[in-house]
């Protein structure tokens, strides 16, 4: 309503601050001498609260509190002193002489636990470098962040000092020297600072920014963006010298140097910045300049106007045309240098490499040259012989300027005109600061034209320090708007300018966190700023709407206070409304009265009562119809909110009046019949994953009058629900029936009390079926609330406007049909089957008594609705059997989600596929094997059986629930179905997580469990098409690329997975491909038959016409889910898949198999080489198309690549299956490697026999005999065989007998003894081919029985065989 002076900050440290700026003059008595008596009568009781511990540890905590008190008000020090406080107040700077204090800003908790802010001392320190010289200036220059997250505050702040020497030197917070400037010679009188503003309309000038430094006969102006760099570089060179990094030279300071004319003395400056004259401006001047035959340009100059403020005359209005004037350059570097010598050689005086102190001090003392300045005359000024100016603060909109006097005036100019136009008396040593405000956002919106621009008022604070008031006063010819009380040694603290370095661009969404006015009063270090509200800037008639606007806003403030009693709210909240005047206002006011949360309800009843009756007694033309049918409409709903509070707060039970024996008894039957499968679906329900739940949004939670008023709205009459999310009419509706439900309000009194309200009966059921639906479990553990939702149903339906009387029982009723609608929409099965049952019946007593009515007749009716419902029954009871099957948890240790809900309506709209599709994910999340699934599926014909399976008992459990849903969707989730739809929901759940080889491994399994040929061919096509296909032949390329084994690197970049998943997807795919392989359909006149591999067809193999035809399976439904519409479902779409080429499967099967045993044994190959180029051709192409495929004999040069890759296959396999046989469970056991190499020998058109031969070496080289001896049966080639085996036998005996480290007599006896030839021969084999030398002596006399078995006598190599073999038994018997 009024201006108010509020405290924001407080600073801290006050006497240490005093202390350290007067060291000198503590012991001075005469001090206190200065003061007068009324100096001397200010309270400073609370003085000693302010002490700053930390300040105690440094040497102060001897002196007491009474000492302190007396030190800190024992003189007006701070008028001795400069001040200067950052526009963002967190930085404050107090000088004096050659002593200066930084302050900043810290945060603390006070005794009541709030947090605010405090200015603590962060450095102090000399800072004078130059004998003699003095602090005569300080401002503070916060610098703006150039990141674009930055949203308004500063980036760090710069403290600009000028000294009576002449120089400028500028410090970071923590008063390191960043540069020093000597630009005039003479005393630094001013300093101030120009930022950036947005221009409020498009003819406001954009003004750039400047740092003025006012000299006694100069003026120097650096221009905002040169400085705001060589600042940044300065402060980063720093932290590079610190760093020991190489020092970078900041960039030059562009400057503009002005000599003062025609005025005697100059005490202040104002920079006011660019201004154009219009046309007769610029002809007045060039008349009075230039005279008769002065010519005037065709455009206006640009001009930087400023304002000096002295004696002789008193005030100087100086024009500086743009471009008059090049700027000048000044090195920073020598400065720059200069100062990182005094600041930091002595504590690092190596970071920067320099020479020595004592070299550097004869620099040091040389002056830089000083450029001389620009002749500029005054253009006109005020005169007045005997007036001298003291001080001038231009307003934030550069119009208006304030200008004090040694005749204690307060002048106000209008910079434009350059004419003073206002006067104040009486204010010696005045201070002066300015508030500009701004119109708040909602105060013109209301206006019938567009909306109109935001209007800023400019107000003018005047501190007079001899009175010790502070006034606000209006602009231009305002009156005082405001006027406080202060101390009379305070300081008015007035910035004039915000951050450096924004622009147009970056300032868009930045909220600048600076204040316009300070007061720093030091006798309690508090600081506060000056608040004003706009209104006080307009006319009565305009304030009358701002007055408005801040009852609404003392309104809100009241609203938000917690900790406001009722009645206090109540009274003030009641007095604001009829004070506002506006209707739209007080309207605004009621709806956010309303809105409160913390209100009551009896008080906003009150309050809108009282509000009523006082527009009921105006002039009825004069009262807003909008505000008053407002009024009743909301005290209306309130009236309603109450009452039905009182009926639920009574206790009064609820009397069953409505229901009658037989229907309670069928409801009975109902129930019971449905007992189990609920008393299951709330086991499962309540042991479900605790969730976390507010209080406020629990259904049990009151619901707030706010809330009620926000879902209800009043036309007329009649009271209508307003649609909102279903949280909201579930909260309403447990608000209005749920004590009905329970029995514990009385449920005829609450439908009468709703039914005179005029709400539709259609929306009281829909609140109704809402509450019900979606406080299942609640109504699941309360037996009793079944037959009180049947009472409330029937009170509903008796309701007029409820049920049509004219309602043909032929047609579906609306009313019946917006219960079944609710049913089969909502996700809670149980509760929406309980409410089926009671609905059902309900409308069967319904219709009984319509057709006695109209038929007098005692047969039983027969309607469409009541088919309706059975359906719907019938519906909801499946639906329940497969939500408790979903509700089963999963077993520990799987990766848990989100339990599935399903309704009606989401099957129906699922397709014919949408069951069999929410059974396969729920088997994927118990992660149940295809197997266990097979022995679950089993059982659908053995439920009846009493015999327990010895499983677990969560199995049995899981397995009867499956069974159970199957047998209410015997067609729907038929074997074949289910393991189709397992298998696509572990290929996709494989597509998302690749790295789970076990998914499809697990896929290819259930599609083995697919009894029809079509859906296990159109499932096996739709896979390989969807999925496998891409990753396949990026494994093939890339294996073909690196020509072996990839590692786990490459395998993730290019394939998406890890080798090991690759091996197994390899693996998976081999198996799909044998799948459709085996697959026999009869199509086209002739039957694809695969299952023998090992014959190669050129062709598509014919089978003999006798075979029986497999006809496609009949997809069928359940009659009650025959509606269902949606997508086609995957059995469909797996039968309308085309048949695929058998010669291009084996092709592919051929290629996956040689992936699979290069990456299973980290062969080197390149799979795509062992093919031709019409091989290659063929390879990814669509299963179904016709390919030119290889055929006749193969190039002998990629049978000998095959055979050697067949081979070292078998050469891994036998080395996996000795480090089996030496550690059990470190290789791998499988044994049908030998038999696929043999099978893929045939398809590569490799000789077998060399295999088997090669197969035999490597098991007789690996010491694997027994193995060796079952395959030597197979081979054919027995000569080259034992030639082969006669070698073997060599190289162990070789190694027995020469080769062993511990050689025995009897051996090197024998070894004498044998024939030459053969100790020439075994001195010539090499053990060391041998992958296990170390062999029994009894396996090596049977492998040499075994060569003299095999080998002809007439062999070149018998007799030798026959010399190895007494030589073992020889060595035998030695042994």
Not at 316 to 335: D, K, M, N, R, T
Request: aromatic fraction near 6%; hydrophobic fraction near 40%; charge should be negative.
């Amino acid at each position: 309503m009024s201006c108010c002076l509020l405290e924001f900050c407080r600073v801290q440290e006050l006497k240490a601050v005093r202390e350290f700026l007067f060291q000198n003059q503590q012991n001075n008595p005469s001090l206190g001498d200065k003061k007068s008596e009324n100096e001397l009568a200010w309270d400073d009781s609370d003085w000693g609260s302010w002490d700053n511990p930390e300040a105690k540890e440094d040497g102060s905590g001897t002196t007491t509190g009474v000492e302190e008190d007396s030190a800190a008000g024992s003189a007006p020090w701070l008028q001795d002193c400069v001040v200067s406080l950052s526009p963002c107040s967190d930085l404050m700077v107090v000088a004096k002489d050659h002593k200066a204090v930084f302050l900043s800003a810290k945060w603390r908790t006070d005794d009541g636990g709030r947090e605010e802010m405090t200015l603590a001392v962060s450095w102090s320190g000399t800072l004078s470098t130059e004998e003699g010289e003095s602090v005569s200036s300080v401002i503070c220059i916060p610098l703006a962040s150039q990141k674009r997250s930055s949203t308004g505050r500063p980036d760090w702040t710069c403290i600009v000092v000028g000294f009576s020497s002449g120089y400028v030197r500028f410090y970071t917070e923590s008063g390191v020297l960043l540069l020093a400037q000597l630009l005039n010679e003479d005393p630094v009188l001013r300093l101030k600072c120009r930022t950036y503003e947005i221009p409020r309309h498009p003819g406001v000038t954009e003004q750039h920014e400047e740092l003025s430094i006012l000299y006694p006969a100069a003026l120097v102006t650096i221009d905002g963006f040169s400085l705001f760099q060589s600042l940044r570089a300065c402060r980063n060179q720093v932290a590079r010298a610190a760093a020991g990094s190489e020092v970078v030279h900041p960039p030059p300071l562009a400057y503009k140097k002005w000599g003062l004319q025609d005025m005697d003395t100059i005490v202040d400056h104002s920079s006011v910045g660019i201004m154009t004259l219009c046309v007769f401006d610029q002809m007045k001047n060039a008349s009075i300049l230039g005279g008769f035959h002065a010519s005037v340009k065709g455009s206006p100059p640009a001009m930087s106007q400023y304002i000096t403020v002295g004696g002789g005359p008193y005030t100087g209005f100086y024009y500086a045309i743009e471009g008059s004037s090049q700027p000048l350059l000044s090195h920073v570097a020598l400065a720059v240098a200069s100062k990182l010598t005094s600041a930091l050689f002595s504590a690092a005086s190596g970071w920067l490499g320099w020479k020595k102190q004592s070299e550097e001090e004869p620099t040091q003392k040389q002056k830089p040259k000083v450029e001389p300045a620009t002749p500029m005359a005054v253009r006109f000024g005020l005169p007045d012989s005997r007036r001298h100016g003291e001080f001038i603060c231009l307003s934030p909109c550069n119009t208006l300027a304030g200008v004090t006097d040694d005749f204690g005036r307060v002048t106000l100019l209008d910079v434009g005109r350059g004419i003073a136009i206002r006067m104040w008396k009486g204010y010696r040593d005045a201070q002066l600061g300015w508030v500009q405000v701004s119109e708040g956002r909602g105060e013109r919106e209301s206006s019938p034209s567009a909306p109109l621009p935001r209007r800023h008022a400019q107000f003018l604070v005047i501190y007079a320090p001899r009175r010790g008031i502070l006034e606000v006063w209006g602009t231009q010819q305002g009156p005082r708007v405001g006027a406080f009380t202060v101390g009379k040694h305070c300081r008015l603290l007035y910035a004039g300018y915000r951050l450096m370095g924004v622009n147009s661009v970056t300032s868009q969404g930045w909220l600048l966190h600076t204040q316009q006015v300070c007061l720093f009063d030091p006798a309690t270090g508090a600081l506060r700023t000056v608040t004003v509200p706009f209104h006080l800037a307009l006319s009565d008639k305009k304030s009358e709407r701002a007055k408005d606007m801040h009852l609404l806003k003392r309104l809100t403030t009241l609203l938000k206070s917690r900790e406001v009693e009722p009645d206090i709210l109540e009274s003030e909240a009641q007095s604001v409304l009829l004070d506002i005047k506006h209707p739209a206002v007080k309207k605004q006011a009621l709806e956010s009265l309303l809105a409160n949360k913390n209100a009551p309800v009896s008080c906003l009843t009150n309050i809108t009562r009282v509000l009523l009756a006082s527009l009921k007694g105006q002039d009825p033309e004069a009262v807003d119809e909008g505000l008053f049918q407002l009024c009743s409409s909301q005290l209306k709903l309130l009236q309603l909110y109450t009452d039905i509070q009182q009926l639920h707060s009574t206790g009064e039970a609820t009397t069953d009046t409505h229901t009658e024996p037989t229907e309670v008894a069928g409801i009975a039957e109902e129930l019971a019949r449905v007992s189990p499968t609920l008393q299951r679906y709330a086991e499962l329900t309540s042991g479900s994953r605790p969730s976390v739940s507010f209080a406020l949004d629990s259904p049990d939670a009151s619901l707030p009058v706010r809330s009620f008023l926000s879902q209800m709205e009043c036309e007329g009459e009649e009271i209508r629900v307003v649609p909102g999310p279903n949280a909201d009419w579930t909260q309403l509706g447990s608000f209005l029936f749920w004590g009905c439900l329970t029995g514990e309000s009385p449920l005829q009194k609450v439908c009468n009390t709703l039914q005179k309200t005029g709400i539709s009966p259609q929306q009281l059921l829909s609140l109704l079926l809402s509450v019900w639906l979606h406080r299942e479990k609640e109504v699941l553990k309360k037996t009793e609330a079944v037959r009180h939702l049947h009472t409330l149903l029937t009170a509903l339906s008796s309701m007029k406007g409820a049920v049509e009387e004219s309602w043909d029982m032929q047609c579906v009723s609306p009313w019946w049909q917006q219960v079944r609608s609710a049913c089969v929409q909502s996700h809670s099965s149980a509760a929406a089957l309980l409410a089926a049952i009671v609905a059902h019946r309900a409308a069967k007593a319904n219709i009984t008594i319509l057709a006695e009515t109209k038929f007098q007749s005692e047969w039983e009716a027969v309607s469409l609705e009541l088919e309706q419902w059975a359906v719907c029954v019938r519906q909801l009871e499946d639906v329940l059997a497969l939500q408790t099957l979903l509700c089963v948890p999963p077993p520990q240790g799987t990766p848990g989600s989100a339990t599935p809900h399903c309704s009606v309506k989401a099957l129906l709209e699922g397709g014919r596929g949408g069951i069999a599709d929410s059974v396969a994910k729920w088997v994927f999340r118990q992660d149940l094997a295809p197997e266990r699934l097979k022995d679950m599926l089993q059982r659908r014909g053995e439920a009846e059986s009493t015999e327990k399976s010895q499983e677990d008992a969560a199995f049995n459990r899981a397995a009867e629930l499956l069974v159970s849903v199957c047998q209410r969707f015997p067609d729907s989730l038929s074997p074949d179905l289910l393991f189709a739809h397992c298998c696509w929901e572990y290929v996709v759940q494989w597509n998302k997580d690749p790295e789970e080889g076990r998914y499809l491994c697990w896929a290819v399994e259930h599609l083995k469990l697919v009894s029809s040929p079509h859906i296990q061919l159109g499932i096996s096509s739709m896979m390989w098409n969807t999925f496998i296909v891409k990753c396949f032949s990026a494994a093939a390329f890339l294996i073909e690329k690196v020509g072996k084994a990839p590692k786990d690197r490459l395998c993730r970049r290019d394939v998406g997975m890890g080798d090991c998943a690759m091996t197994a997807f390899l693996g998976s795919c081999v198996q799909l491909l044998q799948i459709l392989m085996e697959v026999r359909i009869k199509k086209d006149g002739w039957m694809h038959t695969v299952g023998q591999i090992k014959m190669f067809p050129c062709v598509a193999a014919q089978a003999d016409s006798g075979v029986e035809e497999v006809t496609p399976p009949e997809l069928c439904v359940e009659e009650v889910w025959g509606e269902a519409e949606g997508p086609a479902s995957l059995a469909e779409l797996a039968l309308e898949q085309k048949g695929v080429h058998y010669p291009l499967v084996q092709h592919h099967y051929l290629l996956a198999s040689l992936l699979h045993t290069a990456m299973t044994f980290s062969l080197r190959v390149k799979p795509l080489s062992l093919f031709d180029s019409k091989g290659k051709n063929a390879f990814f192409r669509e299963l179904s198309s016709i390919q030119l495929m290889p055929s006749g004999d193969m190039d002998p040069g990629l049978v000998s690549l095959r055979q050697e890759f067949l081979l070292r296959v078998l050469t891994g396999w036998v080395t996996t299956q000795r480090e089996a046989v030496e550690g059990p469970g470190s290789g791998s056991g499988d044994k049908t490697w030998p038999s696929l190499c043999l099978d893929l020998g045939l398809l590569l058109q490799v000789n077998p026999d060399i295999l088997r031969r090669h197969l035999v070496c490597e098991l007789y080289n690996q010491g694997l005999d027994p193995r060796a001896e079952q395959v030597m049966f197979e081979v054919e080639d027995k000569d080259v065989l034992g030639s082969q085996l006669l070698v073997l036998t060599g190289q162990r005996l070789s190694y027995s007998l020469l080769h062993t480290q511990t050689q025995t007599r009897p051996a090197m006896e024998l070894l004498a003894r044998l024939p030459p030839t053969l100790c020439t021969w075994l001195k010539a084999m090499d053990p060391s081919e041998l992958g296990c030398p170390s062999v029994p002596l009894s396996q090596t006399s049977r492998l040499v029985s075994r060569l003299i078995e095999i080998l002809p006598e007439n062999h070149g190599q018998y007799s030798l065989a026959l010399h190895l073999l007494e030589a073992v038994e020889d060595l035998q018997r030695e042994d």
